[in-house]
């Protein structure tokens, strides 16, 4: 079993940044895959990014490319998810998710693992 922990969800200014951390304990951090994903009022949970379990190989949703960075350090069991030049799009509840194998993906079905997710407001 692994437990996720979201935290640095906030309202912030269209143009502005935010990191949101995800916390992890249970099980060896370094074996599993991780990803973002989020929820907009009244619209499916979509994929955001992914990262393998030595942090080399990520994956965008084409939406965020460019502008948001996910990243994790194995020696604090923690992955990372920084968010720049955020729109009013960017509006949702994210999520963090982990898969228990070692490679990316971003099929959410193919996470075993979900935080209670973090509230990102993006005003205009």
């Known amino acids: 079993q692994v437990q996720l922990v979201e935290s640095g969800g906030g309202l912030v200014q269209a143009g502005g940044s935010l990191r949101l951390s995800c916390a992890a304990s249970g099980r060896t951090f370094s074996n599993y895959a991780m990803g973002w994903f989020r929820q907009a009022p009244g619209k499916e949970r979509e994929f955001v990014a992914t990262?393998?379990?030595?942090?080399?190989?990520?994956d965008y949703a084409d939406s965020v490319k460019g502008r948001f960075t996910i990243s994790r350090d194995n020696a604090k069991n923690t992955v990372y998810l920084q968010m720049n030049s955020l729109k009013p799009e960017d509006t949702a509840v994210y999520y963090c998710a982990a898969r228990s194998v070692i490679f990316t993906t971003t099929d959410e079905k193919r996470y075993d693992y979900w935080g209670q997710g973090t509230q990102v407001t993006v005003s205009s």
């Open positions: 990262i393998n379990w030595s942090g080399r190989i990520t």
